[in-house]
């Protein structure tokens, strides 16, 4: 602090604003609701970076005098009519906690905007606090600016929630600021797929979205510049520093009192959330444990205390886009604040985008509970992996007969496939109408999951599984479709059957016929007996080979059954079809089945 009676020692060398690292963000432009698609309904970002500018200049801490170097001050003067760059003159002060001179240029503010901007430069400087005394001197700097008239709180808070959030990301092991536009731009544009509205819409939101990013992570880069300590530059903060970034906060909503509104406390919380929701995936394991971790939890408590009703919101996008870490903050801020979030919904976002480490944080420390709609969306998306998940996850018998419908009704068969070898038998047996009625799906016409499910002897047993499709195919009741009824009588049923050896007996009737009254010089009954067998029955044992599954359907088995019987073969109808074709491949001529 200055002390009183001696007079000022102002930079003699400032940064015009033209020439500025960076300019002002706007605060309705910082008030998007965290998404980029509403980021892109706002103006254009008025903030301008110049990415190829570095700071190496080497400040005093205190009152001293500041030394420059490089370009972060050129060698300006500033003009004989005092007219200074206020906003940057702060930011360069700041970087050297010179607190006394920093008041000192505040009592030169002669215009609102002056104030308000140098509010949100202090407010900024609150996450590099180091020291107790650097603490007591952001406090004190912070209130003289808010006596001095500054009145744009909004702005300051949306701001500096921001740039917290990307503070505590950047300190992350795997994260250096470095490489951080290049992730920048892959994760923006990796979001904004799911996002709405057009392409133009959406290449705007990106742009502006990155451009709030990068202004945060060329902040962090200018304070870290200023400092000379092996910790600071490792991009770690201690749990005592956390302790004076908080404090400094919670100050600051003690002197806003009333100026903040619930809704301003609101697009603040989005605002902390968002650049979490890019680079969580990228934090270490335990990052949710550390220091880093504590000051993002501390701050979004501090602002659901003062009014923000986001969290639900937040959190279920943090589980659509797989941020496990933010995921777990927020399911500890839930429950210390006694708040409700969704966990159910939020698991079915995190299974359909396929993030299961955030799925097995909210089961195992936000105890979702209902697994069946997202394993039921999984199955009709024919998400297999998700599935495979849910089941190792011990989901219920009677959640797994419904998935296995919704698989087979959509054509997903190998999911199908994969949940029937998990329902017990008995289950099955016991929910086989209704399995078969669920596999039509919701419109008529297509029959292809109920004729999948009786081709792949979903009960295991091949009586059973004709005659559940025939008690189908003979009801009368009310509740089954008339056109499940009808395909399941014409391929499936016991009349089926009977029709298919009917159609048999009448094949071999028109063959013999043939070959006895023929006229065809070809001499069809002078052939050998395996030739004449071939021509008989190869379209018949062609259809069998090729269909798909165990069973047959009822039509197709009673030709087959009745061609095996013409050959004086005892015929088992216990036998499946691979028995009955060995017959017919037994007959046939050798180069014809390819033996």
């Known amino acids: 602090m200055v002390e009183h009676g001696k007079q000022l020692a102002i930079p003699a060398k400032v940064m015009p604003l033209d020439n500025a690292v960076f300019t002002e963000v706007e605060a309705d432009e910082l008030s998007c609701h965290g998404t980029p698609a509403h980021c892109a309904e706002h103006g254009q970002a008025s903030l301008v970076l110049k990415d190829d500018q570095e700071c190496s200049a080497s400040h005093v801490h205190g009152n001293g005098p500041v030394e420059e170097s490089n370009g972060c001050m050129p060698n300006r003067r500033i003009d004989e009519h005092g007219q200074i760059d206020f906003g940057h003159s702060l930011q360069l002060v700041l970087f050297s906690r010179q607190w ?3 008041e000192s240029l505040v009592a030169l503010a ?7 901007y140098g509010l ?9 606090l180091r020291t107790e005394q650097d603490l007591q001197g952001l406090n004190h700097l912070i209130g003289k600016i808010v006596e001095s008239g500054a009145k744009d709180f909004a702005r300051a808070i949306l701001r500096t929630s921001l740039l917290a959030s990307c503070v505590v990301a950047c300190q992350s092991k795997a994260l250096t600021l470095g490489d951080s536009k290049e992730i920048i731009a892959q994760r923006l544009h990796d979001r904004l797929q799911d996002c709405p509205g057009g392409e133009r819409l959406q290449i705007e939101a990106g742009a502006k979205v990155q451009k709030f ?5 060329q902040c962090i880069h200018l304070h870290r510049c200023s400092e000379d300590t092996e910790c600071y530059k490792a991009n770690c903060s201690t749990h005592q520093e956390v ?3 908080l404090s400094a906060f919670k100050a600051f909503l003690d002197i806003a009192g009333d100026n903040l509104s619930g809704k301003i406390f609101t697009e603040a919380f989005d605002a902390a959330c968002f650049p979490l929701t890019l680079f969580s995936t990228l934090f270490e394991p335990g990052w949710s444990s550390g220091s880093s971790a504590v000051a993002i939890q501390g701050l979004l408590s501090l602002l659901v205390e003062g ?5 639900n919101q937040c959190f279920l996008e943090a589980s659509r886009f797989g941020s496990t870490e933010l995921v777990r903050i927020l399911l500890k801020i839930a429950h210390q604040n006694s708040l409700a979030v969704d966990v159910d919904l939020a698991l079915v976002y995190a299974s359909h985008y396929c993030k299961f480490e955030t799925m097995a944080c909210l089961v195992d420390e ?3 509970t209902s697994f069946l709609c997202p394993l039921v969306k999984a199955s009709e998306r024919g998400c297999l992996q998700v599935v495979q998940w849910f089941v190792n996850r011990h989901v219920s018998d009677i959640e797994m007969c419904l998935a296995v419908t919704t698989a087979a009704s959509c054509g997903h068969f190998a999911v199908a496939t994969y949940l029937l070898a998990h329902i017990p038998r008995h289950v099955l047996e016991a929910l086989s109408p209704q399995i078969l009625k669920a596999a039509r799906g919701q419109g008529s016409g297509s029959f292809e999951g109920v004729s999948f499910l009786l081709r792949s002897n979903f009960l295991n047993d091949a009586a059973a599984t004709y005659a559940v499709a025939d008690s189908i195919a003979t009801t009368s009741t009310m509740d089954i479709p008339q056109d499940l009824v009808d395909f399941l009588k014409e391929q499936w049923s016991q009349a089926a059957f009977a029709e298919g050896v009917e159609a048999g007996e009448d094949h071999f009737v028109n063959i013999t016929r043939v070959l006895r009254r023929g006229a065809s010089p070809i001499r069809l009954h002078d052939l050998p007996e395996p030739m004449a067998l071939a021509i008989a029955y190869l379209p018949l044992y062609r259809a069998c080979a090729s269909a798909r599954g165990q069973l047959l359907p009822q039509r197709l088995r009673g030709e087959l059954v009745e061609a095996v019987g013409r050959l004086g073969v005892p015929v088992n109808m216990e036998n499946n079809r691979r028995d009955f074709l060995a017959v017919l491949e037994h007959y046939f001529p050798s180069f014809i089945t390819g033996a």
């Open 100 to 102: 006394g001179l920093a």
């Open 243 to 245: 302790q004076f970034h």
């Open 366 to 368: 936000g105890h979702a």
């Open 213 to 217: 990013i990068e202004w945060a992570l």
């Open 120 to 128: 949100s430069v202090a407010l900024d400087a609150i996450w590099f």
């Open 307 to 311: 009014g923000a009703e986001n969290v």
């Open 110 to 116: 002669d215009h609102q905007l002056m104030l308000d």
